[in-house]
């Protein structure tokens, strides 16, 4: 029996998120800010109504075929390819497999069970592509990260983005019926790098939860993460990988303290490797020690929401010097907590950070001209604690339900398109 197909507003989607489990612990691996979108995403989507599965491929013999994540929102875990060990440059050759057993799953479920798809990343837009066709529903994709944006400015020595990701990427631009950028400027890279179709994309800005990050005891954070109340923190949050840069920060502190060997400086490194990273994962403990600033240097686990904004609020700046960046979940997460950010002006951090209110934009990826920086808002703390306050500020413009209506409207847009085209058909 076929489920009656709505035209509005879907009631049951299929969200695809094949190389990373939206229930991994962000900061290691591949889980990131995607993960967190996902999630949050799916949160209030359910809120407002709508059914959403979340597809990941299963990176465990132990995963459960389905975990109810909240009423509303069903992780499924698909087999394909071997649980441990498949590095996410390996994936493409498991495509096969994971839309197979997508498409076996829903073979179980009426006709018209899946409104619509909304794939995350490019892998998952094969397999959202296929998936769209096979059910007759609008595809609905969000890149993410784009392999044409990150090599044009590779940090050095790390590897670019292999060219069957580039083509990859443009099939799936070509293929989805509607394309969800976080910014602007990732707008405008679809546009100009890729040639999307003008009026096919939605803007749509990530969202970051207040009620976890929010303002609070500073000094009370600070004496739970365990820093004396005389030390300057310096504070980075993310994947280690040459992408996120983390060792501008650290060759940053170097120079600020052979400016100042008096500085107590505390730089918290609080990740885990990836990407690339992988292949040297002592890389920037190994700097520390080269630059001999390892005393001076924390590295922290990822951590859970909680103990996150406990870092966030207990730290004097959050670092964020990316080569390139979607949005920067970081820098709002960190600005909601009050705590202003310094991070790189490049993408969808110059949305994210509001340049000289909320935080400090660097125009390049020089250690000297970071520590300049750096060294000149901490020895400003009236300064410092204005760009705090703006920073709490301007965070309250970036919430989940503004994303999710955001996405309600975009899945509007495509199902009106989808129905278009399928009445042009001729079909009933």
């Known amino acids: 029996m076929a489920v009656r197909r709505s035209w509005g507003i879907p009631q049951r989607i299929a969200v695809l998120s094949v190389h990373t489990s939206p229930l991994d612990q962000p900061g290691t691996g591949d889980a990131g800010g995607m993960n967190v979108y996902v999630v949050e995403s799916a949160r209030r989507l359910a809120a407002a109504g709508i059914e959403v599965d979340i597809f990941t491929r299963a990176n465990s013999s132990d995963a459960p075929a389905e975990v109810e994540m909240e009423p509303g929102v069903t992780v499924r875990h698909v087999r394909a390819g071997p649980f441990e060990g498949l590095r996410k440059e390996d994936l493409p050759a498991q495509l096969c497999a994971f839309s197979a057993g997508l498409l076996s799953f829903a073979s179980h479920r009426p006709e018209g069970w ?47 983005e292999p060219h069957v990701r580039v083509i990859g990427e443009e099939q799936v ?6 394309l969800v950028a976080n910014t602007d400027d990732e707008a405008s890279d679809l546009l100009r790098l890729y040639g999307a179709p003008v009026g096919s994309i939605d803007i749509v800005h990530p969202g970051v939860d207040l009620d976890v990050f929010q303002p609070g005891d500073k000094a009370a ?23 996120k840069a983390p060792d501008v920060l650290l060759r940053a502190a170097h120079e600020m303290l052979a400016a100042d060997p008096a500085l107590s400086l505390v730089i918290a ?50 670092v964020v010097p990316s080569y390139s960046e979607s949005f920067g979940l970081v820098a709002v997460e960190s600005q909601a907590c009050g705590t202003p950010v310094v991070a790189a002006n490049v993408g969808g951090l110059r949305t994210a950070v509001a340049d000289g209110i909320s935080g400090v934009l660097v125009p390049s990826h020089d250690p000297r001209q970071w520590a ?43 199902l009106a398109t989808h129905q278009t085209e399928y009445l042009a058909a001729g079909r009933p």
């Not at 631009?173 to 509607?178: H, K, L």
């Not at 109340?229 to 994947?239: A, N, Q, S, Y």
């Not at 240097?297 to 990822?302: D, K, M, N, S």
């Not at 020895?379 to 413009?397: D, R, V």
């Open 114 to 160: 899946y409104d619509l798809v909304h794939s995350h990343y490019w892998l998952s837009g094969h397999v959202g592509w296929l998936a769209s066709q096979r059910w007759n529903v609008p595809l609905v994709h969000t890149m993410h990260t784009m392999a044409k944006v990150k090599n044009a400015d590779l940090a050095d020595g790390d590897r670019p």
């Open 173 to 178: 631009v070509d293929a989805a019926t509607r």
């Open 221 to 243: 954070a600070r004496l739970a993460v365990g820093l004396a109340p005389h030390e300057k923190c310096l504070l980075f949050v993310g994947r280690l990988q040459p992408l």
């Open 269 to 318: 490194v609080n990740g885990g490797p990836s990407g690339t990273g992988l292949e040297h994962p002592t890389a920037l403990s190994d700097l520390a020690i080269e630059l001999n600033i390892a005393d001076r240097v924390r590295f922290q686990p990822p951590v859970d929401r909680q103990k996150l904004a406990q870092w966030y609020r207990a730290a004097d700046i959050t």
């Open 372 to 414: 300049t920086t750096l060294t000149q808002l901490l020895y400003q703390p009236e300064h410092l604690a204005a760009l705090g306050q703006g920073g709490a500020e301007h965070a309250k413009k970036f919430s989940w339900d503004a994303t999710a209506s955001g996405l309600i409207a975009s899945y509007g847009a495509a």
